[in-house]
């Protein structure tokens, strides 16, 4: 079975700081990689996605995320923040072959504050 | 972008009584949905998959008839808590998979409180 893990639960950064939130999985197949954000009161939206090719993937709103297979990892990076970042990051992991039901493992989420 | 809505947005019910939940993908087809359990400050659990025109597939441990899923058409996909209890208490999450964009959209969440 998929797990996700992100180690930082609550990151707290002020305004222009540069932002790096951890993604580990364990899986040994092939993966499909996202990242979501849940601003306060809203749903889910989709940040970036990696299905192959370039590992480094660019998002929407200035994210990016380096995909490093030997480290079953898929980071996420913002150069810097704006308060309007403050959400909460959720890396999820698809099994990347046919028959996997295109279902979602989530990680338990990061909360992120950036301060004015 | 593709929107996927989800009704109630909020429900209070007895202990004892059943609520119905919808999703709809309000601009788009899906053949497959799914439905999520979200507890405070935790991560997004999967329920089950919703197929439309056949039986939902279950993850383990989800008690298939106390979370009853019709998916009774492309565009709605039903969750129906039966004989609710407080522990159902919780925040319900559907989304809709998408082919053409290979990802799966997500509804804004229905909040149940079980008294």
């Known amino acids: 079975a998929q797990s996700v893990s992100q180690h930082n639960h609550h990151v707290i950064l002020s305004e222009a700081a540069s932002l790096e939130l951890g993604c580990n999985y364990s899986y040994g197949g092939t993966v499909n990689l996202f990242w979501y954000v849940q601003y306060p009161g809203q749903h889910l939206q989709l940040l970036l996605k990696?299905?192959?090719?370039?590992?480094l993937v660019k998002g929407i709103k200035g994210f990016e995320a380096e995909f490093i297979k030997s480290k079953f990892s898929f980071n996420l990076r913002k150069p810097s923040v704006q308060w309007s970042d403050t959400a909460e990051y959720f890396c999820a992991v698809m099994d990347g072959l046919t028959g996997g039901g295109n279902k979602l493992t989530f990680g338990t989420g990061t909360q992120l504050k950036v301060e004015l | 972008g593709a929107v996927v809505s989800q009704h109630p947005s909020r429900v209070i019910c007895k202990s004892g009584t059943s609520v119905k939940i919808e999703c709809r993908s309000l601009d788009f087809q899906a053949t497959t949905m799914f439905w999520y359990r979200q507890f405070p400050k935790q991560s997004l659990m999967l329920m089950a998959t919703s197929n439309e025109g056949s039986k939902a597939t279950y993850e383990q441990g989800v008690e298939k008839d106390k979370f009853l899923i019709n998916h009774a058409s492309l565009t709605l996909s039903t969750l129906t808590v039966t004989s609710a209890h407080p522990e159902d208490s919780s925040f319900y999450i559907c989304?809709?998979?998408?082919?053409?964009?290979?990802?799966?959209?997500f509804g804004p969440g229905t909040r149940l409180t079980v008294t």
């Open positions: 990696y299905f192959s090719g370039d590992p």
């Open positions: 989304s809709a998979w998408r082919d053409i964009a290979y990802e799966q959209y």
